[in-house]
């Protein structure tokens, strides 16, 4: 796999379909409230948390399966809104609930800009010759 500036370009290609979940509430209705489906917000939030970033603390991150500066701290953001909402209706919440929660639009916000840069940023590593 060609790195295009990271270290760990295998851990982008879960932290950006992770990110572009968060910002979407229709995917969110559609694929997290169905039983059926695999993906729901425990997932998510493991990939960005635990398995392949630290959204609490992105910094870290940085090389690895972030490139930029703005992109940590985009990343800040987002960790620091869904820990918002975490805080507000608790850990173990459903999915229902913190899609419900008045906070929730705060996390798509975050996510939806960081979306965009990551997806802007890895079309710039594409075109750049290796």
Known sequence: MIDHGIALPHY???????VVA???PTWQREVWLDPGEFENLDYVVHVLFDDFCDARHPEAWLGQSLRTEEEVTLMARLGAAYGTVQDAVGADAADEVYLASPHWHDVVSAAARLAQVLVGN???ALTKSP
Not at 12 to 18: G, I, K, T
């Open 12 to 18: 982008r290609l879960h932290v950006v379909p992770a």
């Open 122 to 124: 890895d079309h710039a």
């Open 22 to 24: 968060l910002a979407s």
